[in-house]
C-alpha cells in the first residue's frame, strides 16, 4: 500500500478553523476507501478521531469533520480550543488491503 | 467498558526474541479483527500485523514480515505478537488495537507496552 503525505505542522488560533491534509488515498477502481484520522496528545494513546471518511465516533466533538477529494482526504477542526494541539495521523485502507497504512502524522499547535 | 492490557515489554537483546500479550476485556473479542500498531520514540505510528477475528487470516508489515508472529486464543480473550530476531530499528512501544472492520479503523487502543533492543 502507497505511504500517506501529511504536512509536518500546522497551527492556528484559539476560534479559528484548520485543515491537515492526508495525499495518497488509494485509488482501486470500484473500491471504498476507508479513511480514519487520529489525534494523540504527548505521552497519550492514539484516540479515533473520524472514520470512513466523515463519520465521528460518539463522543467526539462535532468540531472535527472530515473530508475527501480525490486522492486527498482532509481533517477540519474548527473553533480551534488549546486542547486541541496535538498529534494527527490519517489511516486509510480498502476492501483489497492486506496492510494498514497510517500518515506520517502532523502537529497541531494552537498558538 | 472496553479495555485492551497489554504485557510482555521489557529490554532484550539484538537477535533476540520477546512475546507480547495483549488481554482483552468488555466486548465479544472472537467477534474483532485485532492489530498491533507500534510507535518509535519520537516517531509516528506503524502498523506491525493484524489477525482476523477467528485467526484464519494474518497480514504483516514488510519490516517485520518473517521475524514476527500475530496470534489470539479466543478462550482466553488474548492477542499476541512473537518477536523474534529483534533489531535496533523494533525498539517502540507496542499498541494492541481493536478493528471495527477487519483492517480497521483502530477504535480501542491499549495503553502501549515498551519494547527496547539495545545490546
Known amino acids: 500500500q502507497s505511504a500517506l503525505t501529511q504536512p509536518a505542522s500546522v497551527s492556528g488560533s484559539p476560534g479559528q478553523s484548520i485543515t491537515i491534509s492526508c495525499t495518497g488515498i488509494?485509488?482501486?477502481?470500484?473500491?471504498?476507501?476507508?479513511v480514519s484520522w487520529y489525534q494523540q496528545h504527548p505521552g497519550k494513546v492514539p484516540k479515533l478521531m473520524i472514520y470512513?471518511?466523515?463519520n465521528r465516533p460518539s463522543g467526539v466533538s462535532d468540531r472535527f469533520s472530515g473530508s475527501m477529494s480525490g486522492n486527498t482526504a482532509s481533517l477540519t477542526i474548527s473553533g480551534l480550543q488549546a486542547e486541541d494541539e496535538a498529534d494527527y495521523y490519517c489511516?486509510?485502507?480498502?476492501?483489497?488491503?492486506?496492510?494498514?497504512?497510517f500518515g506520517g502524522g502532523t502537529k497541531l499547535s494552537v498558538l | 467498558q472496553v479495555q485492551l492490557v497489554e504485557s510482555g515489554g521489557g529490554v532484550v537483546q539484538p537477535g533476540r526474541s520477546l512475546t507480547l500479550s495483549c488481554a482483552a476485556s468488555?466486548?465479544?473479542?472472537?467477534?474483532?479483527?485485532m492489530h498491533w500498531v507500534r510507535q518509535a520514540p519520537g516517531k509516528g505510528l506503524e502498523w506491525v500485523a493484524v489477525?482476523?477475528?477467528?485467526?484464519?487470516?494474518?497480514y504483516y508489515a514488510d519490516s517485520v514480515k518473517g521475524r514476527f508472529t500475530i496470534s489470539r486464543d479466543n478462550s482466553r480473550n488474548t492477542l499476541y505478537l512473537q518477536m523474534n530476531s529483534l533489531r535496533v530499528d523494533d525498539t517502540a512501544v507496542f499498541y494492541c488495537?481493536?478493528?471495527?472492520?477487519?483492517?480497521?479503523?483502530?477504535?480501542?487502543w491499549g495503553q502501549g507496552t515498551l519494547v527496547t533492543v539495545s545490546s
Open positions: 488495537t481493536r478493528g471495527t472492520r477487519p483492517m480497521g479503523p483502530f477504535d480501542y
Open positions: 468488555g466486548f465479544t473479542f472472537s467477534n474483532y479483527g
Open positions: 489477525i482476523w477475528y477467528d485467526g484464519s487470516v494474518k
Open positions: 488509494s485509488s482501486d477502481v470500484g473500491t471504498y476507501n476507508y
Open positions: 470512513d471518511v466523515n
Open positions: 489511516s486509510s485502507y480498502t476492501a483489497r488491503s492486506t496492510r494498514g497504512v
